[in-house]
């Protein structure tokens, strides 16, 4: 039994398109010899749809396309994720079996995830899911997405259908991206097929989708366990396999260098974001550092450099090394590079303000005042010419409120948002390595950080300790005592959770933050503003 696992990547929302990309992978599937057609879960909606679900129109515009086009046009049986609803208005997460012109059956899944940034629990009712489907001769158990993580649930969706006659065992999955996950998914897939002695299907969305980040990488292991077959990773792709043939078991070629997984993940993250909002060009501050220079090197990797637009800002505080190190870096990537100095007006904001109100009682007045006249001009930049502005800030700088609002935390997207200060050295070096030259300029990720907006600044913290503390709390979630036990010690412990919980505001307004860990600021991490928990 030929198999197609076709890895699909769907726009949330765009029913038609997503419809339409169905329907060329079966005849694609077809022309190949393949018996049975697999999507990725929810692949006529993309995932996840949120509140478009409260829609009574979009339900009833993505069922129609399932029971009316994709019924009349498939040019092969098919397994496809959709929404199903029943008489009562309850929604499921379903995958719809399609073969000779109807539906022949549906499934619904049984398992929905409500940590990090899932929360199906507020859209789907669970179904109940205990018989295979009887296809092409063979007793298929359908399973979507979470039905496999079942460790966490008394419901063993897999054992159930394995033990009801199933012969082979297909996941319909949007798993989205992030660090060591793929390794985590083969460990999962073959602990199935040894206990199970089935083989098994897992079909994954590719693509990036607001925060979120789909790598693909679809995989098939064999009734023993082993690997036989993946998908590519941060791409379209279709597996072809037949799962019951004696197939030899597939050397492991995953990334092992994870600098490289990351910058293909962002990279990802960041074209399908301007795809899909009909964006072109990207803008963005670059100021001889190593934040900016990355962010730059991703765009001008993702868009293409042509489409990215750099912007010197500097003041009187700006050295000039780091003036010629913005051009250089502009000049390696081959991107347009513009300079606007900022000191007049920044003069004239300061008059203005002693004029109406005398001097300034803080000085971190002036310097914030400098980052806001930056975004203030990215902005500009951004309306005239129809670009999206790139945020430049990390996380350990969002953490802890190294960022400014309205200034440097301004922007549509902010790609290394959820990578740490040493991370950003670390995939700046790969990157260099990568391009087999001195693209981001050594004195970059050489000189000590600094914001430059007093004279002689350098930024406040140890990025080496403060960045994995930083991990420690936000990603690991770690308790002081925790910590203490780490061997950090309690003056620091204290100072970041102040600082962490001091600017929750923050980062509320922070642009979206492209995931690639366990735990990012965004969707997946909700905090009250207003809290009195001081770890």
């Not at 602990?191 to 789909?214: S, W």
């Not at 003036?323 to 100095?341: I, T, Y």
């Not at 950080?449 to 930083?470: C, N, W």
């Amino acid at each position: 039994m030929l198999i197609a696992l076709s890895q699909l990547n769907a726009t949330v929302g765009a029913l038609e398109g997503n419809t339409e990309k169905i329907i060329h992978a079966a005849r694609a599937a077809q022309s190949r010899g393949a018996r049975l057609l697999v999507t990725p879960e929810l692949m006529v909606t993309g995932y996840l749809p949120q509140d478009l679900v409260l829609k009574r129109h979009f339900i009833s515009a993505q069922r129609e396309l399932v029971f009316g086009r994709l019924c009349n046009e498939l040019a092969m049986p098919a397994l496809v994720g959709f929404i199903d609803n029943d008489g009562d208005g309850h929604l499921y997460n379903s995958a719809a079996h399609i073969a000779e012109g109807r539906v022949q059956h549906i499934v619904r899944k049984s398992l929905l995830p409500t940590y990090d940034v899932f929360d199906e629990w507020r859209y789907f009712k669970p179904g109940v899911n205990r018989e295979p489907l009887e296809i092409d001769g063979h007793r298929v158990a359908v399973t979507i997405c979470e039905d496999i993580w079942d460790d966490e649930y008394e419901i063993k969706v897999v054992r159930q259908l394995a033990s009801a006659g199933a012969d082979i065992i297909v996941n319909l999955s949007s798993s989205p991206y992030r660090q060591g996950k793929q390794r985590r998914r083969i460990e999962l897939c073959s602990k199935h097929a040894r206990e199970t002695g089935l083989p098994l299907l897992y079909c994954n969305m590719v693509g990036g989708q607001d925060e979120l980040i789909f790598d693909g990488s679809s995989i098939v292991v064999d009734g023993r366990g082993r690997l036989i077959a993946t998908g590519e990773s941060f791409g379209e792709d279709m597996l072809m396999v037949d799962p019951f043939a004696d197939n030899p078991e597939l050397e492991d070629t995953r990334e092992h260098d994870g600098s490289a997984e990351i910058f293909r993940a962002l990279c990802l993250g960041i074209s399908d974001y301007f795809t899909k909002t009909g964006f072109e060009k990207a803008v963005l501050g670059v100021s001889g550092g190593i934040d900016s220079a990355l962010v730059a090197c991703l765009a001008a990797e993702a868009l293409g450099p042509q489409n990215v637009t750099g912007v010197a800002m500097p003041s009187q505080f700006t050295a000039d090394i780091s003036n010629s190190d913005a051009e250089l870096l502009a000049r390696n990537l081959g991107m347009p590079f513009h300079v606007f100095p900022i000191e007049e007006s920044v003069s004239l904001a300061e008059r203005r303000f002693v004029e109406n109100m005398g001097q300034y009682h803080s000085g971190l007045t002036r310097e914030n005042l400098q980052s806001r006249e930056r975004g203030k001009i990215l902005m500009e930049i951004s309306n005239d010419r129809g670009s999206l502005v790139l945020a430049t800030g990390n996380k350990t700088e969002y953490a802890l409120g190294y960022s400014t609002l309205y200034g440097d935390m301004c922007g549509a997207l902010a790609p290394i948002g959820d990578l740490s200060k040493p991370q950003v050295y670390q995939l700046s070096r790969w990157y260099n390595q990568w391009k087999g030259r001195e693209v981001i300029p050594q004195r970059s990720i050489d000189r000590e950080p600094s914001a430059e907006l007093r004279a002689d600044q350098v930024d406040p913290f140890e990025y080496e300790r403060t960045g994995p503390l930083v991990d420690e709390i936000i990603v690991s979630q770690r308790s002081r005592h925790e910590l203490l036990g780490l061997g950090y010690p309690a003056d620091e412990i204290d100072e970041a959770f102040r600082l962490i919980r001091l600017n929750e505001y923050k980062r509320w307004q922070a642009a979206p933050i492209l995931r690639v860990t366990r735990k990012a600021f965004g969707s997946g991490r909700k905090i009250p503003l207003v809290n009195g928990f001081m770890e």
